[in-house]
């Protein structure tokens, strides 16, 4: 087994850095180069990362927490963007952002570290960017409460406007108000006028997608459910539908925007992303699945997504 400070200061000069670096460094296979790094942060020596580089994650000293940042490259679209906010804000408030936005700060743990504060009885949970130090986001988050308290400016005093005065009144002589008859309505005239209705103008029935085992399904579930489609928009064929559907209820058809998805594990980026185009069209969202969801999927439905309704199709 090579020495650990050998190990340490290859790292140093390279790192972070992939077990397939320390394995050809070593002339060992990946295995032995997995298990010394494994042992080397077992011991708190080096750190690893969240954010994975082809499936692994890299192994970094303490001091090199900055180097992280290179991994930017490796982060999906959605996560980039909260990595961007973070970075720029240094610290960022959960209860004010979106809820995609939440679920990208919780996935970009190494770059993202969450603050519990208590308010009142209430506890909050506030992001830091993982290169401000505690202190100076502690120096921010309060900053947040006192913009809160700052109290409203004095609107200025408005000087009443002076009411006019009236016009003394002409006396005009009175005019003989002209009456003239109106026609009677007949009775077929009456019972014809009370027929009359608006005309109703027929919703045209949207295009279905043939040959399409997803739209068979939920359109099965539909039937079944006595729920109206409205619209349809196939986003892959097979796999993604969206929809707009009206939804029998107590009070009457409920106009819903659904989300059908045929994936064998739903995740919380599912759940959020058929959330915010729910939000940006104003209604209420139904998601339909062939799948299961993941735990962080069950635990952010219960906590994040409560006004979502998931059913499996």
């Not at 320390?22 to 990946?30: C, H, N, P």
């Not at 295009?207 to 039937?223: G, I, M, Q, Y």
């Not at 939804?247 to 064998?264: D, L, Q, R, W």
């Amino acid at each position: 087994m090579q020495d650990d400070d050998q190990i340490l200061r290859f790292i140093r000069s390279k790192g972070p850095i992939l077990p397939v670096q320390l394995a050809g460094e070593l002339k060992k296979d990946m295995i032995i180069a997995g298990a010394v790094l494994s042992n080397l942060a077992g011991s708190r020596k080096i750190l690893i990362s969240n954010t994975k580089v082809g499936g692994s994650p890299v192994y970094y000293l303490p001091e090199q927490a900055y180097r992280l940042q290179d991994l930017y490259k490796y982060l999906n679209e959605k996560d980039k963007r909260a990595y961007d906010l973070l970075k720029q804000r240094r610290v960022l408030r959960d209860i004010t952002l979106t809820p995609l936005l939440r679920v990208s700060l919780r996935n970009i743990k190494d770059f993202a570290k969450p603050v519990e504060v208590t308010v009142g009885r209430t506890k909050e949970i506030f992001w830091r960017w993982y290169m401000t130090s505690p202190q100076d986001a502690e120096t921010i988050i309060k900053s947040f409460f006192r913009e809160q308290e700052k109290p409203e400016p004095p609107k200025p005093a408005v000087a009443p406007k002076p009411e006019p005065k009236p016009e003394p009144l002409k006396e005009t002589a009175p005019q003989k108000e002209k009456i003239e008859p109106r026609p009677a309505l007949v009775p077929k005239e009456q019972e014809e006028f009370i027929r009359q209705k608006p005309e109703q103008k027929k919703l045209a029935e949207p295009e279905e997608p043939r040959n399409d085992s997803l739209h068979a399904k939920t359109k099965k579930f539909f039937n079944n459910k006595h729920i109206i489609i409205r619209s349809i928009e196939v986003i892959r064929k097979n796999s993604e539908i969206d929809y707009i559907v009206d939804v029998p209820s107590t009070v009457g058809n409920i106009n819903y925007y659904c989300k059908a998805k045929s994936k064998k594990k739903v995740n919380d980026a599912d759940l959020a992303s058929a959330f915010v185009k729910g939000q940006l069209k104003k209604l209420p969202v139904l998601f339909l699945t062939v799948g299961d969801l993941t735990k962080k999927a069950k635990e952010m439905l219960d906590e994040e997504f409560q006004n979502l309704k998931l059913k499996k199709i």
